[in-house]
C-alpha cells in the first residue's frame, strides 16, 4: 500500500486541519523530493504494489507533468503489476473534461474521489470552498463520462445553519449521481480552523447534537435505499466499490505514506513524516515510534469497530482475549455490539459510538 501527500490547495478551507498550504511556489521541488523519498523507500515494500492513494491537500492542483513525474517513479521502483485499485482525489473545480480525460488516458488511475462536501453554494461559501453545487454535479458528470466508473465523493453533515431538510438535499443529489462511494463526515471544530476562531467569538451556528444524529440516520436510511452499505462509520459503498485501499489501513495492514506529514505504518513502526513543507525537502525529516503489544491489540479494537466487519477475535492476542470477551459483555446486552463466533461487530448505534465503546474496552 502506498500513500502520497499533496499538501497544496488553492485555500484553506474554514474546516480543514489537515497539513496543506494555500500556495503552490514550491510545486516543482516538492515533486522532485517526492520522487527522491519514491526511491529511496521502495526497498520497504513487501511483495508488488496492491494499492496507490494520492491524497491531500488537492492533487488535482497538480499540471499532468508533475503528476507524469510522480506515476513514473512509482512504476520505475515499485512493481505495479498486480495493482488492483489507484485513487486520485480531486477538487470538483478542477476537473474539466480535458483533466479528467487525461486523468482516465494514463491508465493508472480507475478511482477517483471527488471533494463535494455540500450542493448548497451558501454552505459551500461558508466553508470557504472554491467550488459551487453545480461544479460539484458537472465535475462527477465529467469524471463519469470520461471513463472513471469508480467514484466516490465526498460530503460532511452537521454543518453550520445546515437544517436536517438541507441535508436530505444534499444526499438526494448525491445520489442521483454515477457514484458508487459516499465519504461523509460529521463535521468536528478544530483547533488551528477558521470555524475553530469563529466558534470561540460566538459567530458559528451549529446544529444541535440531535439534529446531527437526526441527519446520521437519514444518511445511512437513504443511501441504503440506493444500494450503498455502510462498511465503515463514514463510508458508504455500492457491493463491491468498497475502498481497498482504506479497508487495509482498518485491517491494520502496514502502508508505506511519502510526502510532508504522511504517516507509515510496518506491522510495528509507526512513521510520521515531518508537517512542514520546507523541513520536508530539505531534510526528510521524520519521526518514528514502536508500537507496544498493548498499542497494537488496543489499535485491533479501535479499527475493527469502526467497521462493519468488526473485531476478528482471532486478531486479539490471546493474553487479552479472555479480557476483552467480558468486557463486551455489557455492550452486547445493551443493544451496542453483536457477537458471532468469529466476530465482534457494532451495531448502527454502536457503530456511531464506536470510540468511546473502544476506549472501555482497551487493555493495559
Ligand atoms: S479540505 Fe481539502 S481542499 Fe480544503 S484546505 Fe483541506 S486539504 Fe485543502
Redesign the pocket.
Known amino acids: 500500500m502506498l500513500y502520497i501527500h499533496i ?7 474554514a ?6 498550504v ?1 500556495s503552490t511556489a514550491k510545486v516543482d521541488d516538492y515533486i522532485t523530493a517526492l520522487v527522491t523519498e519514491i526511491k529511496s523507500r521502495a526497498n520497504e515494500q513487501q511483495g508488488p504494489l496492491k494499492t496507490l492513494y494520492i491524497g ?3 492533487p488535482s492542483l497538480l499540471a499532468p507533468h508533475h503528476i507524469e513525474r510522480i506515476i513514473q517513479a512509482v512504476e520505475q521502483n515499485f512493481d505495479t503489476s498486480q495493482l488492483l485499485e489507484c485513487t486520485i ?1 480531486c ?1 470538483p473545480e478542477d476537473l474539466s473534461q480535458e483533466y479528467v480525460q487525461w486523468l482516465h488516458d494514463t491508465g493508472l488511475f480507475n478511482r477517483i474521489s471527488i ?1 463535494v ?1 455540500s450542493f448548497d453554494d451558501n454552505a459551500l461559501k461558508r ?4 467550488h459551487t453545487g453545480q461544479q460539484a454535479i458537472d465535475a462527477v458528470w465529467n469524471a463519469y463520462r470520461n471513463g472513471f466508473d469508480n467514484i466516490s465523493i465526498d460530503l460532511i453533515y452537521g454543518l453550520p445553519q445546515m437544517s436536517n431538510e438541507q441535508w436530505t438535499d444534499t444526499l438526494h443529489n448525491a445520489l442521483s449521481l454515477p457514484i458508487n462511494h459516499i465519504s461523509a463526515y460529521s463535521l468536528s471544530i478544530d483547533e488551528g480552523t477558521i470555524f475553530n476562531v469563529l466558534l470561540k467569538q460566538g459567530k458559528l451556528f451549529l446544529p444541535t447534537e440531535d439534529d446531527v444524529l437526526e441527519q446520521y440516520d437519514t444518511l445511512i436510511d437513504q443511501t441504503a435505499k440506493y444500494g450503498f452499505t455502510q462498511y465503515e462509520i463514514s463510508n458508504f459503498a455500492k457491493s463491491g466499490c468498497e475502498s481497498i485501499h482504506n479497508s487495509r489501513y482498518w485491517r491494520h495492514t502496514p502502508y508505506i505514506g511519502i510526502g510532508a506529514a504522511a504517516h507509515s505504518f510496518s506491522g510495528r513502526i509507526r512513521r510520521w513524516n515531518v508537517a512542514n513543507i520546507d523541513t520536508y525537502i530539505d531534510k526528510f525529516a521524520f519521526e518514528e515510534e514502536s508500537l507496544t503489544d498493548v498499542d497494537i491489540c488496543n489499535e485491533t479494537i479501535m479499527l475493527g469497530l469502526r467497521t462493519n466487519r468488526g473485531i476478528c477475535i482471532k486478531d486479539i492476542p490471546v493474553d487479552w482475549r479472555k479480557y476483552v470477551l467480558q468486557k463486551v459483555e455489557r455492550f452486547i446486552d445493551s443493544g451496542l455490539l453483536e457477537k458471532s463466533v468469529d466476530f465482534i461487530k457494532p451495531s448502527r448505534m454502536g457503530l456511531l459510538q464506536a470510540d468511546g465503546i473502544a476506549r472501555d474496552l482497551f487493555v493495559s
Do not use: I
Open positions: 499538501p497544496f490547495c488553492k485555500r484553506k478551507c474546516y480543514c486541519a489537515f497539513y496543506s494555500a491531500g491537500g488537492t482525489e477538487n471533494g462536501q466553508l470557504n470552498r472554491r
